[in-house]
């Protein structure tokens, strides 16, 4: 037949939970049938989850992987399914795609080209398939093949490129090529990062048009193991022209994208252009009865939100609140609590919990979105959204004397405007008595001349357990409201401002972060026709950001205290993503801002950033995990390693001095652009 339906499923598993990926992956499958599909591909490694981490290599995680297996091929009568699953071969473990057709396995594809750069470690699990090899791979009573392999299923040439295989310079698709195929299929576990779809779509248009086949793409969905959010992206080519693409940041456990392929047209186009003779033994033949399709007229469209001129923000908006909804979920917690000082940051956490349950009403309506959450009593017997963010979202104000009425009315009216819990505390008593123990201990009064940074972080850390204690009361999870450009120079408390179980800002600048808030303000995100806005932001964005530690009469803001937040957002990506030295960090920030700030100004920025990053290694080693949104991650964990210990850049920040004052400096010459 040379009309066919394909799909590609994107699917939102959790590692090491067997019978939930396996029920929903066997729910994709009959949904597929139902939708009379031949071809349905189904995400990398969504048998075991892809953040299984070291848990790869436990026998038992190998184990139950076959046992899954085997089960689903029960459910693929009368269609052609891939699945992911590590393999074990030759005491080595693979990343590998089983192709199954109407209840029988036909092999295994193993994984050529793996990842191990930013948020990926897949060299540490598994091994590089060579190209061209095939071998045999003994699964239970019965052998099957395994390596690099080209399906030939009733005269439809099936091969298959695994993620990474497709963004390197040499991709399988080139041998793809030579050998004939019609349908590459790309199981992927490929993380969010903003416009990074592009990327993807450009190069599944690519492949199948210099491939001259049709080309399924497909990827996981949701927040799946703590870190990385996985916004669902799935898509289907043929012959350069994108025929169908997903929805993204879904709500639901799957979805379904499908597309009617016409092979004739591929070979046509194959036929015209000159290609070598395959060697190797990579075929494997099979049949099967392909499902007749109807003729269809298909162009992929833009989702609405990505039509619009705010593609970052509606990125950033949908991506954060899916995560917290599944971290939410997945950690079995009865909902959040954020210690809501009424600034910029805290209300970016509150406000994208309010988000959460606006945007999944929008999605799935708030029936599903109770029954997902229906370990959550609370929440069953209501009925609109304001009800359901009473018991989900808490909030607390923990006012002191150096607090002002501006931010207890900015805390306030966006904890009304979207109904969520709000309790107000003066923790002053509090702060006083710690105080008073010190003084009577080291014998003298403690004063802001003296002791500054000591006065503004006991009143920090004195909010932490009462917010803690109201967040064990209700079983909730509690938000730490660090962003980027602090972690950066260690511009928190430690044990006060930065206590949490998940961080979903640390990930995004201040600068970027405050206008985020003044579009979720006034324009909001696009559903649907209508926008989705949180007006209760509007008094926070009319305040200067301040972290209102030290007495009012001193006007503390936090650019006094470190440096204008757009500096310090450009040093930071040329000193950590470019990893460029003071010096040239120096010479980008003259370029960049000669016309708003003062030569002084920049190489005061510049000096004092790289001594604070350095400095502050071993506060970015302890916050509470954060969600990965781009390459400017600075999470040690999975992204930026630095060490604790470290020569703090004393020599080139002398170099920097020499060449500041204009001694003693062998400078390069020529321009720097930026």
Not at 122 to 151: C, M, Q, T
Not at 168 to 189: K, Y
Not at 639 to 650: Q, T, V, Y
Request: net charge negative; with cysteine.
């Amino acid at each position: 037949m040379p009309l066919l339906k394909v799909a590609a499923g994107t699917i939102n598993t959790t590692p090491l939970a067997w019978e939930e990926n396996k029920k929903h992956i066997i729910e994709s499958i009959e949904e597929a049938r139902n939708q009379h599909i031949s071809l349905l591909c189904l995400p990398e490694l969504c048998i075991t989850g892809y953040g299984c981490e070291d848990a790869f290599y436990s026998p038992n995680t190998l184990a139950q992987a076959i046992e899954s297996l085997h089960e689903i091929v029960a459910h693929t009568s009368g269609i052609a399914v891939s699945v992911g699953l590590p393999m074990q071969f030759n005491s080595k473990i693979y990343n590998t795609a089983c192709l199954i057709v109407n209840k029988r396995i036909l092999g295994f594809v193993a994984k050529q080209h793996l990842p191990n750069y930013g948020v990926f470690y897949e060299d540490r699990w598994f091994h590089r398939w060579p190209a061209n090899a095939r071998d045999e791979i003994k699964v239970g009573d019965f052998s099957y093949p395994f390596g690099d392999l080209v399906f030939d299923v009733s005269g439809i040439r099936i091969g298959f490129e695994i993620c990474e295989d497709a963004w390197v310079a040499q991709r399988p698709g080139r041998n793809h090529f030579d050998r004939g195929v019609d349908v590459i299929l790309n199981p992927s576990a490929s993380p969010f990062a903003f416009h990074k779809f592009i990327t993807r779509e450009r190069f599944v248009i690519d492949g199948s048009r210099s491939y001259s086949c049709s080309y399924v793409y497909t990827n996981l969905l949701g927040n799946e193991s703590g870190r990385l959010i996985f916004d669902g992206d799935a898509m289907i080519a043929s012959n350069g022209t994108l025929l169908a693409s997903s929805p993204r940041f879904g709500y639901h456990d799957y979805y379904i994208t499908s597309a009617v392929i016409d092979t004739d047209v591929t070979r046509l186009s194959h036929s015209q252009i000159k290609s070598a003779l395959p060697t190797g033994n990579w075929k494997v033949v099979d049949t099967f009865e392909w499902h007749e399709a109807a003729p269809a007229y298909q162009v992929a469209e833009l989702e609405p939100f990505e039509r619009e001129g705010y593609l970052k923000e509606e990125e950033f908006a949908r991506a954060v609140s899916l995560a917290l909804f599944d971290y939410l979920r997945k950690s079995r917690s009865q909902g959040f609590t954020v210690s809501l000082s009424g600034g910029a940051d805290s209300c970016a956490c509150v406000a994208l919990c309010g988000l959460m349950i606006r945007l999944a009403d929008e999605s799935i309506g708030l029936t599903a979105f109770k029954q997902k959450l229906s370990y959550i009593k609370k929440i069953q017997q209501e009925t609109t959204e304001e009800g359901i963010a009473k018991h989900l979202i808490h909030s607390i104000y923990q006012g002191t004397e150096n607090s002002s009425t501006d931010t207890l009315e900015s805390a306030q009216s966006l904890a009304d405007s979207i109904g969520s819990t709000f309790y107000n505390v003066n923790i002053n008593g509090l702060v006083e008595s710690y105080k008073d123990l010190i003084e009577q201990q080291i014998g003298r009064d403690l004063t802001w001349e003296q002791d500054d940074i000591p006065l503004q972080n006991i009143q920090a850390r004195v909010r932490a357990p009462g917010v803690w204690l109201l967040t064990n009361l209700y079983g909730h999870l509690l938000l730490a409201t660090s962003n980027r450009s602090e972690v950066a120079v260690g511009y928190c408390t430690m044990d006060g401002d930065t206590a949490g179980s998940i961080s979903p800002i640390a990930g995004i600048d201040k600068f970027w972060l405050r206008q985020w808030l003044v579009w979720l303000e006034t324009i909001g995100c696009h559903v649907k026709g209508k926008n989705i806005k949180i007006e209760g932001l509007k008094k926070v964005n009319s305040l200067q950001p301040t972290a209102e530690l030290r007495p009012q009469h001193k006007m503390q803001t936090d650019e006094k205290d470190l440096m204008p937040y757009e500096v310090l957002d450009a040093i930071e990506k040329v000193a950590i993503r470019d990893k460029k030295s003071p010096i040239d960090c120096f010479r980008f920030m003259e370029v960049r801002f000669a016309e708003r700030y003062s030569r002084d100004v920049l190489f005061t920025s510049v000096e004092r950033f790289f001594k604070l990053w350095s400095r502050n290694q071993w506060k970015r080693e302890r916050y509470a995990p954060s969600f990965h949104l781009d390459d400017l991650n600075l999470d040690p964990r999975s992204w930026c390693r630095f060490p604790i210990l470290s020569g703090g850049f004393e020599k080139e920040l002398e170099e920097l001095s020499a060449y500041y004052e204009g001694k003693n400096h062998k400078g390069r010459k020529g321009k720097i652009g930026f």
